[in-house]
């Protein structure tokens, strides 16, 4: 019965989601999210990389979204051209021109997103989706005697109810 399964039950355990220290930079971490679409390909494309720090407590989280946002050149930022006209960027032909690679060096700590959810191991997977739609995230860290063991991820929460949906 899916009221009786556990979020550890569906979890991608830690030893195999993405991670890395805060000191990274932008360019180690795109390495890492590659390396691991490979190492992974067919059963999960991970979308975000947990940050963690010397003590390996858990710091925070870095989306592609991030790592994007982290490689935007300063001034584009500073100037909010893009929110007020998103068709501006068409003018923009070197947006990530020649200050690419060194926007990539980085650290992963200036713009990664704080963790804003996190579930149990032991909870039930309904509570898991309620907050993922409350928080309006698509994945969060699980918890285990407050470390964390993994990650779970709407995809496959969503496979489970589409299996009670369509009967299969």
């Known amino acids: 019965m899916p009221q009786e399964k556990k979020v550890k039950d569906f979890m991608i355990p830690l030893e195999d989601y993405p991670h ?9 971490a795109m390495a890492i999210v590659r390396e691991a679409s490979i190492k992974f390909e067919g059963s999960f494309e991970p979308r975000a990389v947990l940050v ?17 946002r982290g490689l935007e050149p300063r001034f584009l930022k500073d100037s909010g051209l893009i929110k007020a006209d998103p068709s501006l960027t068409v003018l923009l032909k070197d947006l990530f021109g020649p200050g690419l690679k060194e926007a990539s060096q980085k650290q992963v700590s200036e713009v990664m ?3 804003r959810v996190t579930v149990n191991a032991e909870d039930p997977i309904a509570k898991a989706l309620a907050l993922m739609i409350l928080e309006n995230v698509g994945m969060m860290p699980v918890m285990q005697n407050q470390k964390v063991v993994g990650m779970v991820r709407m995809n ?6 589409s299996k009670i949906v369509l009967g299969d």
């Open 20 to 28: 890395i220290p805060y000191w990274f930079t932008l360019r180690q």
């Open 52 to 68: 963690f720090d010397e003590k390996y407590q858990l710091m925070g989280m870095l989306t592609l979204r991030d790592i994007v």
């Open 113 to 115: 997103s704080p963790i």
């Open 156 to 161: 496959e929460l969503f496979q489970e109810i």
